[in-house]
């Protein structure tokens, strides 16, 4: 493939209406296997490291996932161009990223596939198997043992969250999820239990069997968290901005406060 066939290729996935470039820099790198720049919007790709193109595409729509939404903070600022983020790697971007993967296996680009690999597909199997679904299946009995335990201590006058940090040496909030997900049915201990605290996460049994039958479809944990999300894809822009500016007033006034403390402390010093 070369430069102008991987855009073709981007494009087909998903339309951007801000123009970028692809490169592949005919370099090897050890740190990162491509790289975009939003201020020149350009996809790097260092195509030394790969070794099939199966891989190159995978790296390429990584990249173009960032430019993508790139492309969205600037149309919600009005054409302005975003500062820079620390944390670009979000939910949303995992989200974003594995649903434009499932676009480009469904038009032939891309395809994660274990039959070329027998020994990986039964190691898979066993993982899911011996580790997976035991899990679960372990968890969501201590999560059912939990809530019978703070019976326990309600009736021998005992605080439980005392128990738990003392004697059981538990984290609240451990203990917490794991509870959540006891209260599941018996039949989502398959999900393993990392899944089923994204499942018992859910308020409404409705939002609870529309994440059980996504992760059942094969979709990754973080697209599951973003589908189950309960914010405004269409949310006003102007409104959005000035939730923002607000929250950011706030931390600012709050900053300035503990400035001015910790001056004063250090001139008394």
């Known amino acids: 493939m070369d430069n102008e066939k991987i855009k073709e290729m981007l494009l087909d996935i998903q339309e951007s209406k801000l123009d970028f470039t692809v490169t592949m820099t005919g370099k090897e790198s050890k740190r990162v296997n491509g790289l975009y720049k ?33 492309e969205e903070k600037i149309e919600e600022s009005g054409g302005r161009n975003p500062p820079c983020q620390s944390r670009s790697h979000t939910n949303y971007f995992w989200a974003k990223f594995h649903g434009l993967l499932d676009i480009a296996e469904e038009k ?15 190691l898979t199997k066993e993982i899911r198997e011996k580790y997976i ?12 043992n939990l809530i019978k335990a703070h019976t326990l ?26 509870t959540k997900v006891g209260l599941l049915p018996e039949d989502d201990a398959e999900l393993g239990y990392e899944n089923m605290k994204i499942v018992a996460s859910c308020k409404k049994a409705e939002d609870r069997a529309k ?29 959005k901005l000035e ?23 250090l001139a008394g010093m």
Not at 112 to 122: H, I, R, V, Y
Not at 136 to 142: A, D, F, K, P, S
Not at 153 to 178: F, G, H, M
């Open 153 to 178: 201590c309600e009736q021998a006058n005992i605080r439980y969250e005392d128990y738990l940090d003392r004697i059981l040496q538990l984290p609240r909030t451990t203990a917490k999820s794991v």
């Open 243 to 265: 939730k923002e500016r607000d929250r950011l007033t706030k931390t600012i006034s709050e900053l300035t406060q503990r400035l001015e403390y910790v001056e004063e402390s």
């Open 108 to 122: 032939g680009y891309y395809k994660l596939d274990l039959s070329g690999a027998p020994e990986l597909d039964a």
């Open 38 to 70: 939003p201020d020149t919007r350009e996809i790097l790709l260092h195509n030394k490291n790969f070794h099939t193109d199966t891989q190159l595409i995978y790296t390429a729509i990584h990249e173009y996932t960032h430019h993508l939404i790139n």
């Open 211 to 239: 994440a059980t039958d996504a992760i059942k479809q094969g979709k990754s944990p973080d697209s599951v968290i973003a589908l189950m999300k309960k914010k405004a894809q269409t949310a006003d822009p102007k409104k």
């Open 133 to 144: 679904q035991p899990n679960g299946h372990i968890m969501q009995e201590l999560g059912k």
